[in-house]
């Protein structure tokens, strides 16, 4: 088997593994976040922080992400769904509040 078989073959077998991680990002800012990240920056950071790109549009977890502001703080809400479980719900939910971007 040459080195070109080789690389191949190995790439298929991550294939798999690389998509059962992968997660499927919905992010919003409401009115009052505009001083939060986009959503290409916020992918940036993350992929940054892992070394790799957790993001795919097949991904096996979607994660719903929307900030806004809630008196004078701002409140992030996380919704993440196992798209492999058919719930009625997401599995996850949370609540985040704090005073910029960087705290929530």
Do not use: W
């Not at 196992?82 to 705290?103: M, Q, W």
């Amino acid at each position: 088997m040459g080195p070109y078989a080789t690389r191949r073959a190995a790439a298929t077998e991550a294939a798999p593994a690389a998509t059962k991680d992968a997660v499927r990002l919905l992010y919003a800012r409401d009115l009052g976040a505009e001083s939060c990240p986009e959503q290409e920056k916020l992918q940036s950071g993350v992929r940054a922080r892992l070394g790799r790109d957790p993001f795919r549009e097949d991904g096996t977890k979607k994660v719903a992400i929307r900030v806004g502001r809630a008196g004078t703080a701002l409140k992030a809400r996380v919704e993440v769904r196992d798209l492999k479980v058919d719930l009625s719900g997401p599995t996850t939910r949370e609540a985040i509040a704090g005073h910029n971007c960087f705290t929530i």
